[in-house]
């Protein structure tokens, strides 16, 4: 039985990677930050380890790996999920807020993926999936911070996936499209409306077709992907 660590497990994707990587039969640990009654509640229903975490704070992931490992074992594989967003103009942008989002959506990834690489050289095996955007990919406006945390994501994922390969490590990297999470509770109807005609599908995606995604790229099946970014975004990204 193999251990997975999911950070920001508690809301939208992540508790949908939470559950798909549950019943897959992966030990589960995931982290939270504020929403504690979520994420009790959630590791009552699949039996998955919570521990809260910061992903602003170095400490607190090295804390979250160790306690991951402690009690559940070495991890197989790690995602990263954990982010945050919101919308402004980039003339209007605080430094402040600059830096939180790259904290997070950037730095936590770098700080979670040091933590567990030794150990999966070591045993010249490992997933880690990291949950970029599709807005990394193609950019949005009024979330300049957020499109350059996630398009860094991106090329964190190229080069540990070059850096690791040789030890039989895989990086690979999902880039959402717009997914129906709390997340996105931030855009009025009109502009949803508005990324649902763009789209092809013609429609949100579902956390759970992301979670079924990274089960597939944890899974033997996926063994010689590596340095990818897999669109899910219903075709807007083509």
């Known amino acids: 039985m193999k251990t997975v660590l999911i950070t920001g497990g508690s809301r939208g994707i992540g508790r949908a990677l939470v559950i798909a990587f549950s019943k897959a039969g992966y030990r589960v640990a995931f982290t939270y930050k504020s929403s504690a009654s979520e994420a009790e509640a959630l590791s009552h229903d699949v039996g998955a380890l919570a521990i809260r975490a910061d992903s602003a704070s170095e400490a607190e992931i090295i804390a979250a790996v160790k306690k991951t490992t402690e009690t559940l074992g070495e991890i197989d594989v790690l995602i990263n999920n954990a982010a945050i967003s919101s919308f402004s103009l980039l003339t209007d942008l605080s430094l402040e807020e600059w830096n939180n989002t790259l904290s997070v959506n950037l730095t936590a990834p770098f700080i979670y993926s040091k933590a567990v690489i030794p150990s999966m050289v070591r045993r010249r095996s490992g997933r ?28 964190l994922t190229k080069a540990l996936a070059k850096e690791l390969g040789p030890s039989g490590i895989t990086v690979n990297c999902i880039a959402p499209g717009v997914i129906a999470t709390d997340m996105n509770k931030a855009l009025d109807p009109d502009a949803i409306r508005a990324l649902e005609d763009e789209t092809p599908l013609m429609r949100m995606g579902r956390p759970e077709e992301v979670a079924e995604a990274a089960l597939f790229l944890a899974g033997d ?18």
Request: charged share 5%; net charge negative.
């Open 128 to 155: 880690i999936i990291n949950v970029s955007s599709m807005w990394g990919v193609v950019g949005s406006s009024c979330e300049a911070h957020y499109s350059a945390s996630k398009a860094g994501l991106i090329g």
């Open 221 to 238: 099946g996926a063994g010689f992907i590596t340095g990818d970014v897999m669109n899910l975004s219903g075709g807007y990204i083509v």
